[in-house]
């Protein structure tokens, strides 16, 4: 095994990963005025997978695995299989809301575990269970 | 030296196998791209030996980057970097002409591995 000291990004990871998240917040407003735009549906869908694969990279599991369950949630609404209306939408920010302070506790603590996503992770898949039998 | 270029929407990414490469002391980082398009361009400027593709990015897809590369240089050398659950993209980038894998989280190992194996 060769040696390689990943915490040394830590900065930079928490840099890119806000900018992310603000990026999110923006595209979020702009699909809640056009919910079927698939432009802004695949660029939100590709911010999360990015952001995933870097949490993972840095071993932020917690992180990666609830960015993880955001994509696949992303994933079924771009592929029209469950309509972004408010409902959603509100839980999405909600999500973004969490990676965010997960951020902040990163950026002090190096650890991803001191933020619950239990609540708000089951939030998400309630919501899209129901937008999914509705549609 | 072994010239390669790096393809990654995340400048993070780029920075993680842009150092897993430098610290080994063969290889030689001739550009960055982080849009498919930016990787076609770079790749006809550069010709590198090697590239690293990520798969989900601007504009298209590291696909559409993998089919313009091979149609220009159909001995292209372009490892995939993707993400656990997109096998079927992945087989899809390599009958397209791509020559390897890697699934992120990236371990430095594996990426050596797999780039001996492509280079050979």
Partial sequence: MTEFDISKFKDMYISEAREYLTNLNNLLLQLEKQPQNLEVLNEIFRIAHTLKGMSATMGFNNTAQFTHQIETSLDLLRKQEVVADSDVISVLFKCFDTLEKIMEDIASSSTDLNISTEDISKELKSVIELKKKVK | ?120
């Fill in chain 2, 1 to 120: 030296m072994v010239k390669v270029l790096i393809v990654d929407d995340s400048k993070f990414a780029r920075m993680i196998i842009r150092k897993m490469l430098e610290e080994t002391g063969e290889f030689e980082i001739v550009d960055e791209a982080e849009t498919d398009i930016q990787a076609i361009e770079k790749y006809k400027t550069h010709k590198p030996d090697l590239v690293t593709m990520d798969i989900i990015m601007p504009v298209e897809s590291g696909l559409n980057a993998v089919k313009e590369i091979i149609t220009f240089d159909p001995q292209a050398k372009i490892i995939m970097v993707s993400a656990m659950g997109q096998e079927k993209i992945l087989e899809e980038a390599m009958n397209l002409g791509a020559k390897g894998f890697v699934v992120k989280p990236v371990n430095k190992d594996a990426l050596l591995t797999e780039i001996k194996k492509v280079l050979k």
